[in-house]
C-alpha cells in the first residue's frame, strides 16, 4: 500500500500542491488527472522521492519514503518514468535497461537476462541493440516504462506515457501496461488521455491548482460537475 | 503465429569495442615493443616509455573523465602526489623507492576522497567540477612552490641508489616493460568496468544523471568511486615518472600541462572506451615528439611558440572530424551500420 498523507509542496509564495492524501493499493491502478499545473507531476516527483515535500508523508507498506533520496525510494520499490523522457542516449536499448535490472544484481548476465525479459515484454525485443539516441518517442516512452520496470519495483509511476501516441497505440500501451499490472505491480498514472484513463483505472483522482477536487471510480470522476468545469472547461452555468 | 520482425544483428564483443583489426594492432604494438626494446636507441626508448605513460595516465582520467563523464581538470595533483613520493623517498632516503608506490596510492586515495566529499557535497557538476578541480590543482603547486620539504619550485632530486628496490636499471627497458604491464592491466580493467554495476552506474551518471537516480543508482557515490579509483591509477603514473626521470619540479608535475595530457589522450583517442585513451595517449606522444624533431630541425630544440600553435591546431582538426574521438567514432559508425542495415529474420 502507497500512502500519501497530507501533502504540501510549496515553492516559495506558490503552492504546487495542497494538503493532497491518497492512498493507493497495489492492486489497484490509479489515475491522477488535471489540467496543465494542477501539480501532477510535482505529486510524482515527491512520491518518488526527487521533491521533498513541504509538508505531509508518504508511506510504502508502512515505511516512511518522503525523507530518502530518489535512489533509496527506488530500491525500496517505486519506480518513475518521466514524462520528458530522459534515455542514456549513448547506450543501446539493451543497456538501458540493464542500468534498472543492476539495482537488484551485481551480476551482468542476469541483468541482461531481466533486461532481455523486460524488453520482450514492452515490446522493444527487436531494438536491443539500437542506440537509444536513435529510437522515435513511441519507442522512448516504450524504453522509459522498460528501464523503470527492469528495477522490479512494487509500483510504477507513469507519467503521461501516451502523450504523442495514435489511439490505437495508446490502446497496446494500455493493454501492455495492464499485463504488467496483472504480474502484481501496482500502476499509478498521470494522463491526459480520458478514453484510456476510462479504461484503465480502477479509481482516478482529480487535481486542481495543487488540490484534490475529485476522488471515484472513473465514471464518477468523470461526470462531476467540479471536474468538468475545471479540466474539460465545460461550463455548467 | 509468427510474425516477421526486424532484428538487429546482435554485435559482437570486439564489434562493440572498436573492432578486431583495432585489437589485434594494439596487441601487435606491444607485443612489438615487448620484443625490440634492446635494438632501439636509448632515445626513443625512452620516447616510448613516456608515451606509454601517456596512454596509461589517459586510461586513469578515462574513469572520471570518459565513462563517470565527470570533467575532472585536477588529476595533475595525483600525478605529483606519485612523482613528488618517489622524489621524497629517495631524496631524503625515507625507504627504498618502491615503497614510495603504495604511499603515494594510499595518500592520493584519501586526498582524493576529502576532494570528492567537498565537490559532490556541493553538487559541483559539469563545467563548475572543472573549474573547481582546476582550482584546487593550481593550490597544490602554489603549496608546493612555498613548502621547502617539497624543494620550491626548483623541485628534488631523486637520488640514485643502487638496487631493484631503487628501480635503479642500466637502461630503460624494465620501465619500458612495466609501462607495458600496466597498460595492459588499466585496458583489461576498462573491459573489466564496462561488463560491471560501477561501469554501468558510471556511464548511466555521465548520460542522464537524474535517470539514473530514479534507477536507484546512488550518483554521489559512483561520483566519489569514480574519482577515487581514478586518483589512486594516476598517482601509480606519477610515481612511475618520478622513478623514470628522478627530478620532479612544481612547473610540469603538478602543472595543467599533464593534465592536458590525460585530457587530450582521452578525447582524442574516444571518451569512454577502453582502447581510446590508449591509442590517444600514443597520439599525444607522437604529435610532442614530431613537433620538437620540428624545431630542431628550424634550429630550437624546444617546443616553439609555432610548434605549440600547430599542436593546438591538430587537436581541433582532429575533434572536428571525430567528435567522439578516434576509437569512439569507429565504434558510432558500426552502431549506425547495424541501424541501417538490420537483419530480417524468423523470430
Not at chain 1, 535490472?101 to 533486461?115: G, K, L, M, P, S
Not at chain 2, 576498462?190 to 552506474?201: A, N, R, T, V
Request: with cysteine; aromatic share 10%; charged share 15%.
Amino acid at each position: 500500500m502507497l500512502t500519501a498523507q497530507d501533502i504540501d509542496v510549496r515553492f516559495g509564495g506558490l503552492t504546487a500542491v495542497n494538503d493532497v492524501s491518497f492512498q493507493a493499493p497495489a492492486d489497484q491502478i490509479l489515475s491522477i488527472i488535471g489540467p496543465n499545473g494542477a501539480g501532477k507531476t510535482t505529486l510524482f516527483a515527491v512520491l518518488s522521492g526527487f521533491q521533498k515535500p513541504t509538508r505531509g508523508e508518504v508511506h510504502l507498506d508502512g515505511h516512511l519514503l518522503s525523507e530518502s533520496p530518489a535512489h533509496l525510494v527506488s530500491r525500496q520499490g517505486i519506480a518513475r518514468t518521466f514524462q520528458v523522457v530522459r534515455p542514456f542516449p549513448d547506450m543501446t536499448v539493451l543497456d538501458n535497461v540493464m542500468v534498472g535490472a543492476f539495482a537488484r544484481t551485481q551480476n551482468f548476465e542476469t541483468a541482461r537476462d531481466i533486461a532481455n525479459r523486460v524488453l520482450h515484454k514492452v515490446g522493444l525485443q527487436g531494438k536491443l541493440s539500437f542506440l537509444a539516441a536513435y529510437l522515435t518517442l513511441p519507442d522512448l516512452k516504450l524504453l522509459e516504462v522498460a528501464k523503470a520496470l527492469a528495477t522490479q519495483p512494487k509500483y510504477l509511476l507513469l507519467d503521461e506515457v501516451m502523450a504523442g501516441l495514435n489511439l490505437k497505440e495508446q490502446h497496446s500501451v494500455a493493454s501492455m501496461l495492464e499485463g504488467i499490472h496483472a504480474d502484481g505491480i501496482g500502476i499509478l498514472l498521470v494522463e491526459h488521455s480520458l478514453a484510456i484513463v476510462a479504461r484503465m483505472s480502477d479509481r482516478v483522482i482529480c487535481l486542481d491548482s495543487g488540490k484534490k477536487i475529485a476522488e471515484g471510480t472513473a465514471s464518477e470522476v468523470l461526470a462531476s460537475k467540479v471536474v468538468q468545469a475545471a479540466y474539460m472547461g465545460i461550463d455548467h452555468g | 503465429m509468427q510474425e516477421d520482425i526486424i532484428r538487429v544483428q546482435s554485435p559482437g564483443y570486439f564489434e562493440e569495442r572498436g573492432g578486431l583489426a583495432l585489437w589485434l594492432a594494439a596487441s601487435g604494438f606491444l607485443l612489438l615493443l615487448l620484443a625490440i626494446p634492446t635494438l632501439i636507441n636509448p632515445y626513443y626508448l625512452r620516447i616510448l616509455t613516456i608515451g606509454l605513460l601517456y596512454a596509461y595516465l589517459a586510461s586513469c582520467w578515462n574513469f572520471i573523465g570518459g565513462y563517470a563523464g565527470q570533467m575532472s581538470l585536477g588529476n595533475a595533483i595525483f600525478f605529483g602526489v606519485g612523482s613528488y613520493m618517489a622524489a621524497i623517498f629517495a631524496n631524503y632516503n625515507v625507504a627504498p623507492i618502491l615503497l614510495a608506490l603504495p604511499a603515494a596510492v594510499i595518500f592520493a586515495g584519501v586526498l582524493a576522497m576529502v576532494v570528492a566529499k567537498i565537490c559532490f557535497r556541493y553538487s559541483l557538476r559539469g563545467i563548475y567540477f572543472a573549474v573547481g578541480t582546476l582550482l584546487l590543482a593550481e593550490i597544490v603547486r602554489i603549496i608546493a612552490i612555498n613548502s621547502d620539504l617539497l624543494g620550491r619550485s626548483q623541485g628534488l632530486q631523486a637520488t640514485a641508489r643502487d638496487g631493484f628496490l631503487n628501480l635503479q636499471f642500466a637502461n630503460d627497458v624494465p620501465f619500458l616493460y612495466i609501462m607495458v604491464a600496466l597498460c595492459v592491466g588499466i585496458i583489461a580493467a576498462s573491459l573489466w568496468l564496462e561488463q560491471s554495476k560501477l561501469g554501468f552506474d558510471m556511464v548511466a551518471l555521465r548520460e542522464q544523471e537524474s535517470a539514473a537516480r530514479a534507477l536507484g543508482v546512488d550518483t554521489d557515490q559512483v561520483k566519489q568511486k569514480a574519482f577515487v579509483i581514478s586518483a589512486m591509477l594516476t598517482a601509480v603514473g606519477g610515481f612511475m615518472y618520478g622513478a623514470l626521470i628522478r627530478f620532479v619540479e612544481p612547473g610540469y608535475d603538478l602543472s595543467l600541462a599533464v593534465t592536458m595530457i590525460m585530457v587530450m589522450g582521452a578525447v582524442l583517442g574516444g571518451r569512454g572506451t577502453a582502447l581510446g585513451p590508449f591509442v590517444g595517449g600514443i597520439i599525444v606522444m607522437m604529435v610532442q615528439e614530431f613537433l620538437t624533431a620540428m624545431g630542431s630541425w628550424v634550429g630550437t630544440t624546444s617546443i616553439s611558440a609555432l610548434a605549440q600553435m600547430f599542436y593546438g591546431l591538430f587537436f581541433v582538426v582532429v575533434i572536428l572530424f571525430f567528435p567522439k574521438g578516434i576509437v569512439g567514432q569507429w565504434i558510432r559508425r558500426a552502431a549506425d551500420r547495424r541501424m541501417v542495415r538490420p537483419v530480417k529474420q524468423k523470430d
